[in-house]
């Protein structure tokens, strides 16, 4: 039951948040404004290739390698921290506007960074994969493991390239170290 009621949080975090950008937008003035759209342009085409690019890479058997991801990843979590910041300004600067509108934007905006901040501290050092190239049978294959305080997952993929992954490579279950593949 707790755990359903962090989602409703943050989820209602999430869409005040959205709610103030989109104020933001329609009723901000000057240059905070063209900031916050630039940022808000930004982050969109940054979201579509992090998770779209993911999307259509799925369609054709093949992912993003952990590094380019994470990184790609990362630059999301720069442009929403730097996408919110240009709301609060420009929530600060905003005219005829409620002041219990203003507070409420203001203290769900602080704390979706607050939120963001600490949850990408905790995904890069807990949960973010890595992974490697590995010789197998004469080729290379890719190794990806959680080993950052995850279960010590272990998955295989066909070698591409640096930027992608082909398909996933079956294998005997979860070791600690690379694991003996089955041949």
Known sequence: ??????????????????????????????????????????LSGAVLICFGGAAALAQFDMGWRCTPFNIMLLFCVVLSVITLWRCMNVFALLENTHSALQASGFVSLALVLVITLAWTTVYFHLFSWEDKLSPHNGQMIVCANDMHGGSGSWRYYTHINNLVHGVEIAHNG????????RS
């Not at 104020?23 to 000057?30: A, P």
């Not at 600690?176 to 593949?181: A, I, K, M, Q, V």
Request: charge should be positive.
């Open 174 to 181: 979860s070791w600690w170290g690379t694991p003996p593949l």
């Open 1 to 42: 039951m707790g755990s359903h009621i962090n989602y409703v949080f943050v989820v209602s975090l999430a869409v005040i948040s959205v709610a103030a950008v989109a104020l933001g937008l329609v009723r901000g003035r000057g240059t905070p404004r063209r900031k916050l759209l630039r940022s808000v342009l930004l």
